[in-house]
Structures are given as C-alpha cells and as structure tokens.
C-alpha cells in the first residue's frame, strides 16, 4: 500500500502540474515548410484519465483526473541556405484541470502553464522528394500559474530543455516514412508541497525522459493521408527530497490517423490511439481530431503546417477519451515548391 500510495503523489505531482510532459508529433510534423511562411496557430485537447498503474498492474481506487488544455503557438520560416531552414516558434500552454471519483476534493484548476521557446533547424537532403532531416530545441520558461500549497496546476514551477532530432523520406509511391526522437531535461522544483503530499516545500526532482515515435504514411489521394503511428517513452523517474519514487515510465503507444484537405488551405485530422503497455502512472486511451488552415504548395502534394511538437501528458496516462481541435492562421509567402 505504500508503494502505491506514493505512486499515487509522484503521479499527481507530475502530472497535474503539468499538462504536458513530452514532445509528441503528428505525421509529417518535420516536413520542410515554404520561405518565409508566419502561422498562427491553436491547439486544443480534452482527455479524461480514470486509473493508474503500478509495475503494470491497475491499482486499486478510483482516480480520475480530466483535463481542458490549448496551445496558442506562432512560427515564422526563415531560409538559411537552399537547403537549411530555421522555425523559430513559442507555444503558450492553457487550460483547466478538474479532478474526480476518489480524488475529488483536490478540486479543479485553471489558467496558463509554462512558456515554451522552440526552434526548428530544418535539412531538405532531397528538396524534391521531401526528404527531410531535422533538429529541435525546447525551453519550457517557469512561467505560468503555480501555488504549492494546491496539488493541480497549470505551471510547474521548474525549467525544462529538450532536443529532439527527425528525419522524413520517401520509401516508395504514395508511401513515408518518419523517424522522431527526442531527450527531456528537468530542473528542480523546490517547492514541491501539496503535489508531493507534504505540508512544506520539498525537492522534486526528475531523471531524463526519452521518446521514440516512428510514423507510416500513406497518400492514398493528393488529399488524403493515412497513417499508422508507434511510441516509446522511457525514464523519468522522480525522488522527492531524495528519495526515489520508484516511478520509471516504460510506456508503449500505437495511433491509426487520418488527414484530408477539404480544401486547399483546409486540414481535418482525426486520430485514434491506446498504451499497449504502461508500467508506472496513468493510461491513456484516446481519440483525436483537428481541424487547420495553411498555405497551399504549387503542386499537388502539400507541405504540412504541422512542424513542432503535439503537447500532450505523455509520461502520465490514463484510460479515457481526447478530442484535440486545432485552428492555423497562415500569413506570408506560398511555397515555390510543393516539399522543400
């Protein structure tokens, strides 16, 4: 009972104050994007999370955790070369976190999470054929809402650093192939109290966390796009004051997801996924769509808007639904060519 009871406070300790706590992306994300192209754009997801898991095991009770939370992100292209690109973007976090059944008196939270500063390094090693090698940097800012003394919040109160590397290629007619991995740093958060299940400030601090996304595309249509996804996230164990949470993720996920142009500037996405192994945390079983606006290419085959990160709970997950939207305003050149 102790060895859940504490898993119970080193889950809620990371995953309610932070909604998001791995770099996830969609099909397509390090495809290369015209010149010059600034974007707007709004991510959104809701997600319920009713169970958590120890050594692989369901424990016992009753947990639920759901969650409201938007992304507003803005990007422009700058060309470096004829061949480098660079994307520098920030994404701001927002939302509301409410929770339920056996935990329902930590009640509900909401307002803006952690600045995040990315930039996207961008290599067409075949401009013609799209096959793009990439590199991205992430720096989570300790700037949203946070109170120790509450157990859900929006910020976390610590600094975070990724570097996340992907490479895109043709593999035959209609068929690509994506390769993404990335590793996340965590600072410390020293005031760690309500969260970590004390009535003072503790130290919580984190191992890194590691994850490995590859994804299989299909362009049945210069419209439609199919994709079958596969993930692995490993590491991120936590100590609180020193002492080990024994909480190290394995977590193993599959995706099926869909992408159509209803018209030339005008994406609908729908994805829909599950953990096929979760070792310590939450499960998350899940159903996702979008809906987006970018530039069009000359050509048939389009480039996608979608080039940073997905945020989402990943190292924490829960069994339930999600449904993400997602709005892009595009302003500045079109592509000159279709994959650049």
């Known amino acids: 009972m ?27 994300d390090y495809t290369a994007l015209p010149d010059g192209v600034n974007a707007l754009v709004v991510y959104g997801q809701y997600a319920k999370r009713d169970a958590i898991y120890v050594d692989g095991v369901k424990a016992a009770g009753d947990p639920s955790l759901n969650s409201s939370v938007g992304i507003l992100r ?31 008196v930590l009640g509900s939270e909401s307002g803006v999470a952690d600045l995040i500063l990315a930039t996207a390094f961008k290599y067409k090693v075949d401009a013609k054929a799209g096959e793009t090698l990439g590199f991205t940097t992430f720096f989570w800012l300790p700037t949203g809402n946070y109170d120790a003394a509450k157990v859900l919040n929006m ?18 007619t209609s068929w690509r192939w994506d390769l993404i991995g990335d590793v996340q740093l965590h600072g410390d958060n020293d005031k760690c109290a309500a969260a970590c299940g004390s009535a003072s400030n503790l130290r919580l601090e984190q191992k890194p966390l590691y994850h490995l996304q590859t994804h299989l595309r299909y362009e049945a249509t210069p419209s439609l796009t199919l994709a079958a996804s596969y993930g692995h996230i490993a590491g991120g164990a936590t100590t609180v004051n020193g002492v080990e949470q024994s909480n190290r993720q ?39 769509g979008c809906n987006r606006s970018r530039p069009q290419a000359q050509q048939n085959r389009r480039p996608d808007l979608r080039t940073g990160p997905r945020r989402r709970g990943a190292s924490h997950r829960a069994p339930g639904e999600s449904e993400t939207w997602r709005v892009a305003i ?11």
């Open 74 to 104: 803005m990007l422009h292209v700058v060309r470096l070369s004829e061949r480098w690109t660079v994307d520098p973007q920030f994404l701001l976090p927002f939302g509301r976190l409410k929770a339920g059944g056996d935990v329902a």
């Open 250 to 288: 394995r977590t193993d996920y599959l995706r099926l997801s869909a992408a159509y142009f209803v018209t030339p500037t005008t994406q609908l996405m729908t994805a829909l996924g599950r953990d096929v192994h979760q070792e310590n945390g939450f499960r998350e079983e899940r159903g996702s």
């Open 2 to 28: 102790r060895r859940v009871a504490g898993l119970f406070v080193s889950a809620f300790a990371m995953l309610a104050s932070q909604p998001a706590v791995c770099v996830e992306v969609d099909p397509g």
């Open 330 to 340: 595009p302003r500045g050149a079109r592509a000159s060519s279709s994959r650049k």
């Open 155 to 172: 910020g976390e109160n610590r600094w975070k650093a990724a570097l996340q590397a992907g490479y895109t290629r043709p593999l035959a």
